[in-house]
Structure formats: structure tokens, C-alpha cells
């Protein structure tokens, strides 16, 4: 092929490496990619049990097949709020055996592995962590499948290296997750980069999914960018939800309230129905 | 709204200068805004009467309603092909009398508005071209609609107020056509921006259509991200065709050949009629 | 050369297409390239004979070579000051009379080419026009030297070849001036390159000069940078001064006052005088 | 002030934190900020005893105040040289005590903190890693001075805010150094935006440090690059030289060669000498 990009010094995770796409399994309920396809929805930190178990609620009865929601949180100033840590590790496990959804979480510190590895079917690894790779090769001697944001100004050549560096650690569990670069337009938080979504299933067997919320930064922006995912390829979504938006302690301006975000699973469902003849038709 | 950006200054382009979306007229048979969507395809350069009634017929025959392709065409070297100047424009008024649809082609030069705008039904302002405010001038004095094309590098704001210049010397017949920003991605030629969508959306009440031609680079990627932006709630396409993109004088990489584009017509129409009950529920 | 550019299709103005550096002459009395330094000052726009006056008589008695001043003004909104047009060129063409300072002012549209000949000694192409090629061409055919600014998005390579676009055509004179790149942060108004200054010493024997001005886009950092540029071997600098900073009709924020800008013009010829040997030892 | 940004949340670190700028101490020698320059060289790996000793004598003898190189090295692919680990700063050590340069490190992964701190007389924090909390909380902690570079796509506050979350923990020891940030342009490595040493003169107390060697990518842009960034009001530069370059382990391209680095330093204490009355006068 004459693309803009091979997939380089990442082997294991090209795709010429397999016959087909691969697709990773969360918990015993839910799995993605080569045809499945999951809706990750959670608040971007967990803040209390009350706030956790009705986001999670709210996420399984609009269809979500994971819950996401942040113990250890990133940020940018050290006095914002850093997350719960452990004990948000014990709800999300407590939100996980309310409602039968796994739980996807993100680890910052590598001595931190083993015990998020504990609680969570999904290890997060964030947009600020791509490259950092004593976190990386933990990620790929745990027993889980990694969720692998990309990194804010990462090519995407250099995303798929970050990825080779777990899968050559042994753990072939990963799916890559697209949520906006940095450009020069401040209309929108990041410019969400959809791009990748056609970009990626050309080079890797990895399932790829998109972050509307942190790509946009804008809850109202957020059902448009997720349909066009889906209509771009995207295996999976991952968004972000909140009961009370506007009181969240992280992130309130992207994230959707219960509503609107029972609306959008539905049109997802509905969209994914109409593509797929187009999916059966297009991989015979 | 509490979003990222404001019109700030393109007062009469603002969503809240009207009541309802704009929708543009191009010729006597197609429109574009207000629910209306129409696909523009042809190729990047009129090159011959073979190779441009071939596209015409192409693009009617798979359901588009309008017909590109560039006469005058702006070049990064001087020593590249730079269009057949009037001849092309002859050529596409042939097309348009084979085919009845509407021609978009592009005007470089203040001076040559008045030709162009007598053969075009939609007259493109193209990326090179979008802060050239003498053209904006002139294009806002041509009884044409005008296709604006979004900059390289500019904000949608910018954006807004390019198209303002048009409108305030009294065309309010402007449609927004986004077509790929520069970022450090080397992966595509540009960075498709189909944020841009909904933020224009909550922003003016002008049609926006999407170049995912241009805007990726590479034909490959072209039906992914078509897809995406119709999901995303664009008003159009403008897609480029070639009868033999491997010997396109220009842009040959990003052409897609007929019947990938029939396809893609087709998988638009149908992705379209799935999309519009949500509208209607929208809408209410 | 293993460079991460080459000067591709543009090989009048490569550096291998003559023996040394060029030299450009404004006027009678100045001239940039080849170890010969400029430097330029004036407002960013004209905005009444007093005001030019005392800026051209400030920049003169400072040691500037040249006066700057826009007539013609491209701005974002079309509802902001647009400039004094064809009054200003007279403005210019007095204050020339008054200093013995040749004048550099911008042209925006083709049809304004001669009449802004006739009253400039360089005629300079702005950011937003730097791919509006019949601009460019007309440049080509005027009998005056062109200062070309680099786009806002153009790489070194397609800057190259927009100067090819004039040289083509029949005029060799001209001046290459960077003024700033958009990236994603949003300290500086843009961000300027300085990194093109040692790239286009090597790709081109075209003069290179340094805008600092809009580069930064605040008054404080100008004269660091511009002291920068000239370390780091600009041949010129184009720096807005105002009588009144916090009155001007246009970039006020980024302008110098009379006295900031006299001691700035003393450092720099204090630090020219410094590298001077050191030049003379690169050239052996 | 009017800046076109705020040191925000960055409390500690911010001008008015303190009455003048800061000065770090790197061992018994040297030190940097508040007048003090420092020159540090080296190669960016550390390869070979032989290799490390040349280079620690060739830095030394050029007039050097500090030692550089790489012991872990964060590689982009998990096939390229990740570097010698302990063996490496064994090697570091040695040619400290060879040359008396007090050399300077970078640590990767928290859990090497106390290793590194016992060789290293600073600690360096690189590019991928100026966002991953859990090592700038470590060095927070560590008895070491620290040198947090810029993150390719950090805004100058974020980077002020990485710098907090050291200070906060308690090591108020740190030197800031811009490496070049990710743009469109790829004529370059990178962008070294030498705009951040005002930037930073106005925001912050710290003392900043440039790196043209990865800013630019090219060995024959890196003098230039580097009198730029003295001119600019850098406290200090960041320098790679190799003994043979050309056969490098890692980033040959942008390695000074011996005589090369040389002339520079030499170039460099010429510039100094110069800008040093300057100064005085600007602090009056």
C-alpha cells in the first residue's frame, strides 16, 4: 500500500502479524473488535459511592457494555483534585458486582500495577503516559487487557511503537483509543483526529476506539463526534457521564448527563444496525 | 452557550441572526442546508473532455448533484500543472449540458470573477485563498453561491469571519466547506477536522459541507471519513473522482475511481436515511 | 547535505543556484543579504500624517534603514480598520520625502500592483496571501524588490517555492521575512521560528529577515527575540513601533514605544558589531 | 501584567514568588540563574567508557561546566538502545571523577529515584515524562536539583505546573529547558520555541535552559540555534557531542563533533561577554 505511514519498527501489532483483527476480552460479558463492538461510559473520576453506583446504573440500563471511572487521576496542577485513589478502586469494584459491568480504570505509577490490576478488567493508560515506558512494560507483564490512549501530540507511528512496547512484553490485550491531538483551533479542548480510526485498521489488527469527550471538550459536542466514529470504523466509544455535570470535581463541561446519554446509546445502536450489512458486504 | 468559541464579530453568519438554518440554491435543480444534503464530485483538475465528461456522467450515474473540477488551479510549484485556465471552464459548461448538473469550480484572481462566476453555478474559494480579502470582496459581489473553503491553518472563528466579508457586501449565498488542518500528523496529508461540524453547527447558520479528499490524502481513507462526517451532521461531500487516479495531474493519491464511488454514493444514501428519523426527533 | 529539507521544485532561489548570497537594494540607500544588515521599523499601520511622521523621524534618528507602514490592512474581521488605502501611500511617499527612509508596504490585490509600485520601495506580500499566486506572479513583473512573509502554516519548503513563483516570473529581488508559525500554544500570539533562519541560510542565497513583532505578539518579548534572530543570523528585522502603543488602530499590544525601540536599535548594532568577527571567520 | 498568559496555579514557582531569580547549585562548581550561566555537553547516551571520557574531556576542555548522558534511555521503539541502566551511571561516575564536571541524568521510572539521585548531581526529567506525576512527585522528594524538560506539546503553563509539582513536595531546585515543541514543520526535528525564554522571564523565577540539539535535529542548525538562545536570555544550554557522531547509538544527526562544540563554546563565551553589559543595565 502507497499510505502516508507504515506501521514501522511495530511488528507484533501490525497487520500483517495475523490473519484477522483481533479482538480483546473484558470480564466474561464483553469483548471488542473484528465485529464487536463496546460502549465504555463512566464519570471521568470517581468522586463518591452515590456518584458511581448511578453513573453505573445509568450505563447499564442505556446498554453500556464497561464502566470507566478514574481512582488515580492525572492533573495538570497539584492542587486540583488527584482522585480517590484505593478507595476508589473498592467502589468501582463495588459498582462493578452492582450491575455486572467490568471496569476499566487508569494507572499512573508503575508500583501501582499490581493493585489496579487487581480491581480492574481494563488497565487505562492515559494521553500523559504513552511514553512512558517502565509504565508500559508493567502494562505488559499484567494479566489484563490495556486500554491505550494516545498521546496529545503522538504520531500515530509512534502510538503503535508505545503499543509494541506491551505486546513485546508479552500481554497481547490491547485496544488503542483515539481522543484528540493538539492543534492551533481552541474552539474545541482537542481536535478529535478520526482520521486514525481508517488510518489504524490499515496498519494494526488492534481494535481502536474513540474518546468524544476529552477530544471535543464540549458535552454538546459529543453525540455528533461519537456517531461519525462509528461511521468511521470505531470498535468501540468511550464517554464520559456524570449525574450533575455541572457539580463534577473533573471534567463537567464534557461530560453528559443520564439522559442525553440514553439517547445517544440509542442512536449508536441504530447506526451500528444500519452499517452493518455494509460491514458484511465489505469483508467478503 | 458556554462553548469554546463565539462568533464574536460575523454578526450576519451567526446562528442567531436567522431562525432557521440557510439553505443555498445552486442552479435550478439542487440545494444544500435546512435538511437538504448534496453530494459535489468530480475530479481535482479538469484535464480533458474525455477524462471530465467521463467524471460528470460518473458522478450523475451514482446520485451526485453537483460537478467539481478546477480550471484554475492553485499550485505549491510554478513549475506543476496549473490548470487549463478558460478552456476549462468551457469544458465544464459542456459537462453541465451532458449531465444538468450544476458545476463548483474554483476562482484564484479578483480579476477573473466575472468569467468565472459566468460559467460556475457555485464559485470555490479554496484554502490558499480563504483570509485573500479582495477575493472575498468580489466573490460577495458575484450573483453566484459561494463554496468557502476552510484555511490551512485557521480557526473556526477566522473561518466565520472570512465568510462575513462575502456576506456583508450583500452574498449571503455561502457555504462552508471543511477540508483538513495542518497539524504535526504525517500519517494523512491533513487533519480532517470534523469537530468543526457540530461547532459550526452551534455557531452559523450556514451549510457545511466536508473535502475528505483533500482533508486525508489518500483514497483509502476517503470512505471512512465520508461516512463520518454525514453521522457528524455534514450538509455535503465534495469528493474527488478520476476515471485513472494513478495518471491524475493532480491529487491522484486522494481520487477515488467510479465504482469505489458509486459504492460510497450508494452507502451514503442509505447511512443518510437511517441518520434522518433522528433528525426529525431532533428537530422537535 | 543530509538535511531534513531539500529546496525541492524551487531552484532559482536555491542555494546552489548561485555562487554566494544575494544582495537586495531598497532605494539608494540600503540594502539587505550578504553581510549587509537591515533594519526595518515603522507602525503597523498608517493611521494619519502625525503618527507616521514621528514614527518614521523616531525610527530613522534610531538607525533604521527602512520605514514600514500598511496602507492596506488584512484583517480578520472586515468590520476593523481596513487601513487608509491609496492616502496612505501618500502619507508613506511624505515621510520618505521627510527621512530619506525608503518605504515597505503591503499589497493585497493584483489590481492595486502598480500604484503600490509607484510609492514603494519593497513591496511586501503578507502572511494571508503568501499562496495567492496571482499575486505572487504580479509581484514577479513589478520593478521592485518583494518582502515575502512566511504563511502561517507553510513549511520552509513551500515558502521556497512561493518565491519561486516571483523569481519565475522575471524578479530575483527578494527578501524572505518569518513572523511566526501557528502552533498550539497560546503564550505568544504565534510562534516564531527561528530555527527557519539557519535552514534557509542553508537552502537559499535569498536575504532572510525577522518580524518579532508578530512572533510574539507582546511588546516585552520583542526585543529578546529580536536580538535572537540576529544571533542567529538574520539579515534584517521588521519591527512595529507607535508613538502610542495604547492607541493604536491596529497591534497596539505588540508595538514598541520611541525609546524601547532606540535602545533595542542600539543593542542590536552592539551585538552585530560582537558577531561580526565570528562571521568573518565562517566565511574563510 | 498583559501577557498572554498567567502563571495560574503555579503559585510557587511563579515571579512573584520570590524577590529575584533563582540560582541552582549542581554540585561544588557549578551553578546556574540569576547571571550564572551554564554550558552542559555530552553525549545523548552514554555508549562506552572510551566513548564517555572523550566526551567528558572534549566538554571540560571546550569551557563545559556540567557533564550530560543518557544511562535509561526512553526510546520510541522497544528494538532501538535503551541505554547501559546502572552500568551507565558507574560509567557517569567515573568520568565525573576524571574531569570534575558534576553530571547530569535522566531518571524514567520512579522506583530508579534513589539510584539515580546517588550518581547523578542532577536529575534530569525528559520530554515524555514531564506529565507523569508519579516521577515529578519523586523528585520532589529527591535531594537533587532538577532539570524538567518541556513536553512536546506542554503550553508554557502546564510546564510551570509540572514544575509545582516538585517544588510543592519540597525541592525547590529547578531548571526549566525548552527542547523544541511538535508544529507542522518538518524541516526540523522539532520547533525549539525559543519564545519561552521571555516567556518564562516574565512568569517565572526559575532559571531556563535550552536544548538545540533535539530542538532542531540537525547538528548544522545547532550553533546558530545556540548563540539564539544566549541572545534570547537563556540561562543555559543543553548541548549532545559525540566523538564520532556518525556512528551514534542514538540521535548521531544532532551531535556536535569535538571541534565543532569547540568553536561553539567559544562563540558562545564571546556572546556572553558581550550581552553581560546589557544586562547590568537592565537590572538597574
Same mark, same amino acid.
Given at each position: ?10 511488528? &507484533? ?25 463496546? =460502549? ?11 456518584? %458511581? ?30 482522585? &480517590? ?5 473498592? %467502589? ?15 494507572? &499512573? ?37 490495556? &486500554? ?41 479542548? $482537542? ?8 488510518? =489504524? ?16 471538550? $464540549? ?46 446509546? $440509542? ?18
Amino acid at each position: 500500500m502507497s499510505h502516508g505511514v507504515s506501521s514501522g519498527n511495530a511488528r &507484533l501489532v501490525s497487520r500483517s502479524a495475523q490473519g484477522r483483527p483481533s479482538c480483546v476480552s473484558l470480564g466474561e460479558t464483553a469483548c471488542i473488535g473484528d465485529g464487536h463492538f463496546l =460502549l465504555v461510559a463512566g464519570p471521568c473520576a470517581v468522586e463518591s459511592r452515590e456518584q %458511581l453506583l448511578a453513573s453505573a446504573r445509568a450505563a447499564r440500563d442505556a446498554g453500556a457494555g464497561a464502566l470507566r471511572g478514574g481512582a488515580f487521576k492525572p492533573r495538570t496542577s497539584p492542587y486540583d483534585f488527584q482522585g &480517590l485513589g484505593a478507595e476508589g478502586l473498592l %467502589l468501582l469494584a463495588e459498582a462493578r458486582e452492582a450491575t455486572g459491568l467490568p471496569i476499566v480504570t487508569e494507572v &499512573l505509577d508503575p508500583r501501582d500495577m499490581p493493585l489496579v490490576a487487581e480491581y480492574a478488567d481494563v488497565i487505562q493508560i492515559g494521553s500523559r503516559n504513552t511514553q512512558n515506558y517502565p509504565l508500559l512494560r508493567e502494562a505488559g507483564h499484567a494479566r489484563r487487557p490495556v &486500554l491505550l490512549k494516545r498521546g496529545m501530540s503522538m504520531t500515530i507511528r509512534e502510538w503503535l511503537c508505545a503499543a509494541e512496547y506491551i505486546v513485546s512484553e508479552g500481554n497481547s490485550e490491547v485496544i488503542l483509543c483515539e481522543r484528540g491531538i493538539r492543534t492551533f483551533e481552541t474552539a474545541t479542548r $482537542h481536535t478529535l483526529d478520526l482520521n486514525a480510526i481508517p488510518v =489504524l485498521k490499515a496498519l494494526t489488527h488492534l481494535p481502536v476506539m474513540v474518546d468524544p469527550s476529552h477530544g471535543t471538550g $464540549h458535552a454538546a459536542y459529543v453525540p455528533s463526534m461519537a456517531k461519525a466514529a462509528v461511521a468511521a470504523g470505531a470498535d468501540g466509544l468511550l464517554i464520559e457521564i456524570h449525574p450533575d455535570p455541572r457539580h463534577a470535581l473533573s471534567d463537567g463541561a464534557q461530560s453528559l448527563d443520564f439522559p442525553t446519554f440514553a439517547r445517544l446509546a $440509542h442512536d449508536i445502536a441504530h447506526l451500528r444496525a444500519t452499517l452493518a450489512p455494509q460491514r458484511v458486504r465489505a469483508s467478503i
